[in-house]
């Protein structure tokens, strides 16, 4: 066999960072503070309208292709309430296997092979698969970490974004709040990047899957934006606002002719997405505010209880405003690389974490940096912390 089975569009990707995390910790036993996924379920009332849809045979049978109505009224219900969004349900919202083919599915629709997307970096992972994958060329621009306030953070540079359109750029990919760096846009940030799309003629493909686990600021949808709604698509997903992660029900709000074209790309795809998590979903979205004020105020105190935590074990913390997770410098520790740190952690300290570099182009941008999710239970977190400690001092 001559040529290798892998097309050359694929090979940067072989693994994903976070499943080879996830089974070291796996392997190590180690706590898993790597994959951001939480280590309580959502609310029970939910999972029993899982379990309902299944006995009652509602979604078990192929659904509608764009979702079932009862979730696209959900979902065109809560834009409104939440961001006086007006979308229609039968052609301004789609319902998608997770955010991350919605993204994909964004991206296969909208772009033509040899068409830029600018990124923020570090980026997560499916943006450069999803990217390559349309035979689009991807052009990052690098969130920097800002260390000279009191609570250090990562901001977006607004004259190297413009810098980095050209007469090939077709799209903006952003991502707020922002995994891995948990910055969280604010107005003057989004102002510039609606301008530029505006100015440019671009779309955007806005990823919000933290839309609701933002501490410090607010979120800002960018379709609220003048002259956005008709260029933007967003996205969003149960999995972080409902903690349903394994259930990967995603959405995509946008105007009908950007729906539509996101839509044909994701029929030959997965065709349709579960039923049965569908009709959950569609309650999730119900349920009473104080479900997601109380699941943010819940975070909140988590990501301070981790802040604090790797501050005393001898990291430098960049404060997230927003997402559940906390990316820090190890440089304090006398480590240089991101990578041969988060390798060795699980075997010195029985704790996993993800070495941010491999979401950069520019690696040595964060060769330093790793992440650390905190969805997880506050005693997991406490036992992360010391042991980080003990390991520090060994
Ligand atoms: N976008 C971002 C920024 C994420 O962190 C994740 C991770 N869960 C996803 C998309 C994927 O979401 P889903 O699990 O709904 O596909
Ligand atoms: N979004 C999660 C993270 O950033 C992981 C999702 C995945 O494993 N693809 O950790």
Redesign the pocket.
């Known amino acids: 066999m001559g040529r290798p089975p892998l097309s050359s569009r694929l090979t940067p990707f072989v693994t994903t960072i976070f499943a080879e995390m996830s089974a070291l910790a796996v392997r190590t036993g180690s706590i898993n503070l790597g994959q951001?996924f939480p280590d309580t379920d959502g609310p029970a009332e939910v999972a029993e309208a899982a379990v309902r849809a299944i006995r009652e045979g509602r979604g078990n049978q192929y659904p509608p292709g764009p979702g079932i109505p009862e979730l696209r009224r959900a979902v065109a219900e809560h834009q409104r309430r939440w961001y006086g969004l007006e979308w229609d349900p039968d052609t301004e919202v789609l319902v998608t296997a997770?955010?991350?083919?919605a993204?994909a599915a964004a991206l296969l629709a909208l772009l033509e092979p040899g068409d830029e997307v600018i990124a923020l970096e570090p980026y997560?992972d499916?943006y450069a698969a999803g990217i390559a994958m349309a035979g689009a060329r991807r052009v990052p621009v690098t969130l920097r970490p800002d260390t000279g306030g009191e609570a250090p953070a990562y901001r977006l540079d607004l004259d190297e974004l413009r810098a980095a359109v050209t007469p090939a750029t077709r799209l903006i990919l952003l991502?707020s709040p922002h995994?891995p760096t948990g910055t969280v846009l604010d107005r003057t940030e989004l102002e510039a990047v609606a301008a530029l799309a505006r100015e440019r003629d671009l779309l955007v493909v806005t990823?919000e899957?933290?839309e609701h686990l933002v501490f410090d600021g607010a979120h800002i949808p960018l379709a609220t934006l003048p002259g956005m709604r008709e260029r933007t698509v967003s996205i969003s997903?149960a999995?972080?606002s409902y903690s349903f992660?394994g259930w990967?029900v995603?959405w995509v709000t946008a105007p009908a002719p950007l729906v539509a074209a996101v839509r044909t790309a994701k029929q030959y795809l997965t065709y349709v997405s579960a039923g049965p998590f569908q009709y959950a979903v569609a309650e999730a979205l119900a349920l009473p505010d104080a479900y997601l004020t109380g699941l943010r105020a819940d975070l909140l105190r988590k990501r301070d209880l981790l802040a604090a935590g790797l501050t005393e074990a001898g990291l430098r913390v960049f404060r997230p405003s927003g997402t559940y997770f906390i990316t820090a410098d190890i440089t304090p520790l006398g480590e240089k690389d991101g990578v041969a740190y988060c390798m060795s952690l699980p075997e010195r300290c029985g704790v996993v974490a993800v070495p941010t570099q491999v979401f950069y182009d520019d690696p040595d941008a964060g060769r330093s940096i790793v992440r650390f999710a905190f969805c997880k239970k506050d005693e997991v977190l406490a036992e992360a912390v010391r042991r980080l400690k003990e390991g520090r001092s060994a």
């Open positions: 951001g997770g955010a991350t083919e993204v997560y499916s991502n995994n990823d899957v933290y997903s999995g972080k992660t990967k995603g």
